[in-house]
Structures are given as structure tokens and as C-alpha cells.
């Protein structure tokens, strides 16, 4: 009985850490060309680990210095016995030092710990190892210092730089690191994770509330471990959704489609009621707005696999809502009126059925869609309208193919099929609100060269288009010029 006591309290996520590289689960990619290195002796003296928290950085970083100080190596697979690999593994062996930048960050601490450490040789392990948590936090300065010592690397030391913000990694330390991406884990991969897990722990918990608890940790296995302990100290009978959705707090699936079915129709007062009696239960206000974005997600996913989701929306329509729900999101972590937050975010996905079809409205939107910049956290420096956005990097591309550097061609392949996303959106966007504009009755707008090629196609279209075409609003022409969409052709589809 007090063995089942220790044993709780140590933790599945501590418990089932891996020890060895063949146990790291989902970051097979690192997983090679690490091994290659080690086993090749040519591994690099500073390496930078982007990723999400809870995907295994400082856990790799661990296993590096294990593979490299292990009595019987360098080797890929530490013994996991030797006094190297024991005080590794607990994080307490005096020539493999954790440093949290996020609590360093004055120059002088670096210097403290870092630069002074550097000089003095390893005391018993053969390359002496830093492992910088959240390195992105560190001051300008701190920086300066560290970027001196990467330079030139005393041989037998080793840098690992974690961060979960890698575009505020500095370039010119990025430049002298080998970079890995650490990838949220795939939820097949981690659901039959958690299975074998669970089967070992005598944990009776079935496949659907097993993936329930990996969405919850958006793809992080030690999130994913701690929810299952959570969820298996709340009860102790065979687990399933209910079960998992009291434990961690989530909205009750099917509460989550009433509430998306009662959007779509628009029926903002059972909208108001029920999400009233969510939060009175005690629900938190952010859990709800998580559990419509992952309803929203499948409607998305559901609307390119053509199969229709439960409620009849246009993807224009859940591709706004999705937008105005995920702004929302990143407003609440740091809102003081969660509350508030989430009732103005109801409202607003109530009204985008009933869509403002003014042209000023319209104008407006397009605007906005064409203002937004595609997120460069590819280490890419672009930016722009989506057109040229999409032109730049097939450019760019190709360039990179020439010089054989796929892997920042396909880094730029990646921004040129969202700048495609964004520019067909835009273009849709376009063409459903056409018969709006033509139907309009403002005044036409100035007449263009008639040698222009636009006014000699417009010729050949027929007198009622041509008067429809002419009645369209400047606001609207100015939208045409500015997306490269032809009105005419839009009349001919
Ligand atoms: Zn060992």
C-alpha cells in the first residue's frame, strides 16, 4: 500500500520519461540525425530545440549528454546504469548543468554560470553539457556573452538551447546552431502511447476518452500523462469521456454541438442559456470557447472532405468564425473579464450568419483579409499582400532548389501554399458577394480608357451585364483592382 502511494506520487509523465533514444516517442526525425552524429563523432557543440512545452526538448537534451558521458561511450544507447547516466537522468550530475533563463536573466548570471564554467574543465564527464531552458528569455547582453562563447566552442563542450519561441532567438545564434523542430505528437501515435501506458498501469480507460485527454494536451505527451493521472485519481472505475470531461473541467461534447447547431441557426437566446448554465456549473469560460474551436476544427476539416458537417455552413462562414474564436482565445488568456469575453464572442458568431452585405462592409473585410501577413515563424523574411506573397516565395524557392537547400525550399513551399490558401479565400470571398455588388443602385463610376483592354472586353459582353457592371459602386471597382479579380470574368462564371 505504500509502495502504491510513492508510486503515485512520483507521476506517470516523471515515471515514463524516456530513458533511452528508441523510447522517445514522435520526434523520429531528431531521433536520426542525432544518433547519425553520435555514432559518426561528429556532432555539433551547440544545438537549438524549438518546440511547444511538454514535446521532450530538455528530456533530448538529456539523452545527448547521457549518449555522450555514458561510461561505455559516446554511444546511442546509454547503459543507463553508470554513475553518468544515473545523475544525468535526475538532473543532478555537476558537469551537465540546467540553466533556466527565465530566471537568469541578467548578464552576470550567464557569465556566472556559463562563460566562468566553460573555462574550467569537465570534472569527470568527457564533454561538459548546457542545457539552456527557454534560451529566448535571456537579455541582449546575455546574449553577447553566449554568442562569444558558441563562436569558438572549447572542444568537449556541448550547448543545448531550448526554447518554445524560436523566432526570438537572436540570428546570429540561430546561424551557429544546428536547429531542430520538435513536432507536436501525431494523435494516433499518441493515443497508442498512452494505451500501452495505460495497459502497464492497470488503468481501464477506453480509446475515446484516451483521445479526448490527447487533444486536451494538444499533442504534448507529459500534458497528456498528467491529464491521465488527474484523471485516474478523480476515479477509480473504468474510465470513459464523462469521466475524463468531469475530471478535467472540459464541456460535455454533446453540449458543445447543441451549442454550435443553435449558432448556425442563429438562435442567440438558447445560444445565451446555455452557455449561462455551463459557466454556472462552474465550467470555466476558456474550456468553452477550447471546446467550440475544436468543433469548429472539424466542421473545417469536414467542409474540404466535402462531407458536410453537422450544420450547413459555408466555409467562408466557419473559416470567420474560427478566426474571430481563436482571437478571442489569445485575448482571454490575459482578460480580467472572461466572462465578458466570451458573451461579446457569442454574439459576434451569432451575427455572422446575418452578414453585413453592404458594399462599405464588404470593402472593409476585403481590406482586412488583405492587410493580414502570413506568420513568419519559418525564419522566412516576407511579407505583403497574398498575391505577391505567393510570387516571392515560389521564387525564392525555386532559387533554393537550384542551390540544392530543400530544406529551405520546402520551408518556403509551406508560405506559398498559405499565401494560395488566403489569396483563394479572398477570392471566393470575391465571387459570393458578386451578385450583391451588381445588384446595388449607386451611382456607376468614372469611365475608363476605352483602349484599355478591360473596356474593349466589356464591349462584348451583352448591354444588361454592361449596365450591371456599370452600376457597381466605385468601392467595389477599387476591391477588383486591388485582388487582380476581373469583374467581368467573375460575370461570366
Ligand atoms: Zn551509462
Redesign the pocket.
Known amino acids: 500500500m505504500a509502495k502504491e502511494k510513492s508510486d503515485t506520487y512520483e507521476g506517470l509523465a516523471r515515471r515514463y520519461r524516456p530513458q533511452t533514444f528508441d523510447e522517445v516517442v514522435g520526434q523520429g526525425h531528431i531521433v536520426r540525425t542525432l544518433t547519425k552524429a553520435i555514432e559518426n563523432g561528429r556532432w555539433a557543440h551547440a544545438y537549438l530545440f524549438i518546440g511547444g512545452r511538454g514535446l521532450g526538448k530538455t528530456t533530448m537534451a538529456r539523452l545527448l549528454a547521457?549518449a555522450l558521458n555514458?561510461?561505455?561511450?559516446p554511444t546511442t544507447t546509454?547503459?543507463?546504469?553508470?554513475d553518468?547516466?544515473l545523475e544525468i537522468a535526475a538532473g543532478r550530475d555537476i558537469d551537465v548543468l540546467e540553466i533556466d533563463a527565465a530566471s537568469n536573466t541578467g548578464v552576470d548570471n550567464v557569465r556566472d554560470t556559463i562563460i566562468q564554467a566553460v573555462n574550467t574543465s569537465a570534472a569527470r564527464a568527457r564533454v561538459k553539457t548546457f542545457i539552456v531552458d527557454e534560451v529566448h528569455m535571456l537579455s541582449t547582453a546575455a546574449f553577447n556573452a553566449l554568442l562569444k562563447t558558441i563562436e569558438e566552442p572549447p572542444s568537449n563542450v556541448l550547448f543545448v538551447l531550448a526554447t518554445t519561441e524560436g523566432h526570438k532567438v537572436p540570428v546570429t545564434i540561430r546561424s551557429r546552431c544546428q536547429r531542430f523542430d520538435f513536432r507536436p505528437i501525431p494523435e494516433e501515435t499518441l493515443v497508442a502511447r498512452l494505451q500501452t501506458i495505460a495497459k502497464k498501469e492497470k488503468i481501464k480507460i477506453n480509446k475515446e476518452a484516451l483521445t479526448l485527454i490527447c487533444r486536451y494536451a494538444e499533442g504534448g505527451v507529459r500534458d497528456a500523462l498528467s491529464a491521465l493521472d488527474l484523471v485516474r485519481s478523480y476515479n477509480d472505475k473504468a474510465i470513459t469521456r464523462k469521466e475524463v470531461e468531469e475530471a478535467l473541467g472540459l464541456v460535455p461534447h454533446e453540449e458543445v454541438q447543441a451549442i454550435v447547431e443553435a449558432i448556425s441557426e442563429g438562435s442567440a437566446d438558447e445560444v445565451v442559456s446555455r452557455v449561462g448554465s455551463l459557466v454556472k456549473s462552474g465550467i470555466d469560460p476558456m474550456e468553452i470557447v477550447r471546446g467550440l474551436v475544436s468543433s469548429w476544427r472539424e466542421l473545417l476539416v469536414a467542409s474540404f472532405e466535402r462531407k458536410g458537417g453537422m450544420a450547413e455552413m459555408s466555409r467562408g462562414r466557419i473559416i470567420r468564425s474560427l478566426e474571430t474564436l481563436l482571437e478571442t482565445a489569445a485575448r482571454m488568456r490575459t482578460s480580467r473579464f472572461p466572462r465578458i469575453e466570451l458573451e461579446v464572442l457569442l454574439g459576434r458568431l451569432c451575427g455572422l450568419g446575418l452578414r453585413d452585405t453592404s458594399l462599405r462592409a464588404i470593402h472593409e473585410e476585403l481590406k482586412r483579409l488583405a492587410a493580414q501577413t502570413i506568420p513568419d515563424d519559418r525564419n522566412i523574411i516576407l511579407s505583403g499582400p497574398p498575391d505577391d506573397l505567393e510570387k516571392q516565395s515560389r521564387m525564392k524557392e525555386q532559387k533554393f532548389r537550384g542551390e540544392k537547400k530543400a530544406a529551405s525550399a520546402d520551408r518556403l513551399k509551406g508560405v506559398s501554399e498559405e499565401a494560395r490558401l488566403r489569396r483563394n479565400e479572398i477570392r471566393s470571398f470575391v465571387q459570393e458577394t458578386s451578385p450583391l455588388r451588381n445588384a446595388s443602385s449607386t451611382p456607376p463610376p468614372a469611365p475608363a480608357d476605352s483602349n484599355s483592354p478591360k473596356r474593349r472586353d466589356a464591349k462584348k459582353i451583352s448591354g444588361k451585364r454592361k449596365a450591371a457592371r456599370e452600376a457597381v459602386d466605385p468601392a467595389a471597382q477599387e476591391i477588383a483592382t486591388l485582388f487582380n479579380a476581373d469583374l467581368i470574368s467573375i460575370e461570366e462564371n
Open positions: 547521457k555514458c561510461k561505455k561511450g546509454p547503459c543507463c546504469r553508470c553518468s547516466c
